[in-house]
């Protein structure tokens, strides 16, 4: 009899018709996946296999618009979820409302952030305080009546394939001799499989992401720390012998895990590698040869994606592997990707009310790190000879010096690219920038000409922890003496000042945090929550709650 082993993730709902969602799951075997649903809405898949792994990907169909459903998750006809006696209540798929075709009649609630290291097993006290996402389940877990979230945004870090919990550890040693590269960091599929089954099998996040809609996106850690920073970092990994394996794991592990639950119906039908893996007994070759082409090539292989809530349009944007690293042409983004951005910003404008662009790194950083990353990226083209170059590659890897501003003609396309959508009668309410990756929050604003309202909107982490000096570092960073600093940078690496500038208007926050974004109409609010453990429980306290869209 087959058994589920992980899941179910509730992962996309339609918001067009609102009659459709997909439902991704891992079994033991191969088997019949099937999801039913309490109105009579379902479907069912047969499984495919990577690696010995068995996955599907349910499409279900036939739900009523305006309502939440409870659905039970099948494999060959037996009931596997939900688990018996989980105490938990049963997960649903919320279908939004319409107004009229493609039209929701209320606003879309986004949660997002990112940076979230597994709990602890219980009993365990972990070393970064209570975390965010299991807090949030368990108090939605807790009151079936609060309002949900429509959708998570995960922005990148989901699992760390180089920082591993001592069970894990334990499990590799047992595996293979950690002696021997890459140590006690994950090597394979086998062991990146590892990872997803010690963050998601935690029964408040299980639950929590069975019933709320997550979209998710890589950053380093999810394959490895600093990956893709430079050409010089690229061509010593590539010099090793275990990195191939590593980085070919990780990005077949993230197609399979998180990146096909990005994807609509139309787009899975549209999706040759999908199909293919699907009528193959075993897909593994099938996606191996993919995912060399994709680090090969990044430019045949796509992982950004858009999505349309209504009138809210979200572009999640790959900062990781679309990136140029030659340092006579670094870019954040590869020419056919950064056209992506621009088309799909640019297409209907003026049939949206907010225009959201997920960045797994923040566009706006505090002034003196945008000072400090522009100077070294001017170091590290030669513009101060060989000898600065080799001291500015030195500091890139040790300081982390890669986020927009390390890549200036990036930097400046992005701002002209939201100044262009962003001004004018056809304009939407808001242009929000979502990031995480810097383990702390903030709220920035641009001092730009447009019509819309624009933010930058950085929450990190969900789980994790930061140094204090690290927390001196980004308070300076704000400050005026900083920028004072940032200029000193600027006139040794010749940079000029950025093409605009912007003030801090909330933060910055430490700790264990979420926020959410509710959208209605052309009216914007955010909430800012953090963990916090009071009298032996954790708990989400409010530390933001302010309308974007009023008046200043």
């Known amino acids: 009899m087959a058994g589920l082993r992980l899941g179910p993730l509730l992962r996309y709902v339609d918001w067009d018709t609102g009659g459709s969602a997909t439902i991704w799951v891992e079994a033991d075997r191969p088997c019949t996946a099937q999801v039913r649903c309490a109105d009579g809405a379902g479907g069912s898949v047969r499984t495919f296999q990577i690696e010995g792994h ?96 429509d959708v998570l945004l995960l922005l990148g870090d989901q699992v760390y394939a180089d920082a591993l919990s001592q069970d894990t550890r334990q499990w590799l040693a047992a595996r293979r001799d950690l002696r021997e590269a890459p140590g006690a960091q994950v090597a394979d599929y086998e062991e990146y499989t590892r990872l997803y089954y010690e963050s998601w099998l935690d029964p ?23 990956w ?83 009138r809210n349009r979200l572009l999640m944007v790959d900062t990781r592997a679309a990136r140029v ?70 500091l890139r890897r040790r300081s982390d010096l890669e986020h927009w501003a390390a890549f200036p003609a990036s ?43 624009v933010f930058q909107l950085t929450c990190s982490p969900v789980h994790n922890s930061i140094h204090t000096a690290v927390k001196w570092g980004f308070r300076l960073g704000w400050s005026r003496t900083g920028r004072w600093l940032g200029r000193g940078f600027s006139r040794h690496g010749r940079t000029g000042r950025p093409p605009l500038s912007w003030r801090r208007t909330g933060g910055p926050w430490f700790g264990n945090q979420l926020m959410t974004l509710a959208l209605v109409g052309r009216t914007a609010r955010l909430r800012l929550d953090q963990a916090r453990k009071e009298r032996k429980r954790a708990r989400l306290v409010t530390v933001l709650d302010r309308d974007l869209t009023a008046a200043e």
Do not use: K
Not at 78 to 89: A, I, K, M, Q
Not at 327 to 340: F, H, I, K, N, T
Not at 344 to 373: C, F, K, R, T, V
């Open 204 to 226: 408040e996040i299980r639950w929590l992401l069975s019933t709320v809609p997550s979209l998710q996106i890589f950053d380093d850690h999810d394959v490895i720390d600093d």
């Open 411 to 453: 930097f400046a396309a992005l701002t002209d690219l939201i100044e262009e959508v962003g001004t004018g009668p056809r304009a939407p309410a808001t242009v929000c920038v979502l990031s995480g990756d810097v383990h702390h929050a903030y709220v920035a604003e641009p001092r730009i000409p447009s019509t819309a309202r």
């Open 325 to 394: 690293l030659a340092e006579d042409g670094r870019a954040m983004l590869d020419p056919v990707e950064q056209q992506w951005l621009r088309e799909n910003a640019l297409a209907g404008h003026g049939s949206y009310d907010h225009l959201l662009i997920g960045s797994s790194l923040p566009w706006l950083m505090p002034p003196l790190i945008h000072d400090a990353e522009t100077w070294n990226a001017a170091l590290c083209r030669g513009e101060r000879g060989p000898r600065w170059a080799r001291i500015g590659e030195n």
């Open 54 to 149: 068995h996955y599907a990907l349910v499409p279900v169909t036939g739900l009523t618009p305006g309502t939440s459903t409870a659905y039970e998750v099948l494999l060959d006809g037996v009931r596997v979820w939900p688990l018996p006696d989980s105490g938990f209540p049963p997960s649903t798929i919320a279908s939004p409302a319409l107004s009229g075709p493609g039209r929701p009649a209320s606003g879309l609630r986004v949660t997002f952030g990112s940076c979230r290291q597994s709990v602890p097993p219980p009993g365990r006290h972990g070393p970064h305080g209570p975390d965010a996402l299991d807090t949030l389940a368990a108090q939605l877990a807790a009151d079936p009546e609060a309002v949900r979230p």
């Open 228 to 310: 893709n920073t430079s050409a010089a970092w690229l061509a010593e990994m590539r010099a090793t012998p275990w990195w191939r394996e590593r980085v070919l794991s990780g990005l077949m592990s993230y197609w399979v895990y998180q990146h096909l639950g990005n994807l609509s119906p139309a787009e899975l039908a549209s999706d040759e590698l999908y199909g293919a893996v699907r009528e193959s007994p075993d897909g593994t070759d099938l996606l191996r040869a993919f995912a060399a082409r994709a680090d090969a090539d990044p430019g045949t292989v796509r992982w950004s994606y858009r999505r349309d809530f209504g």
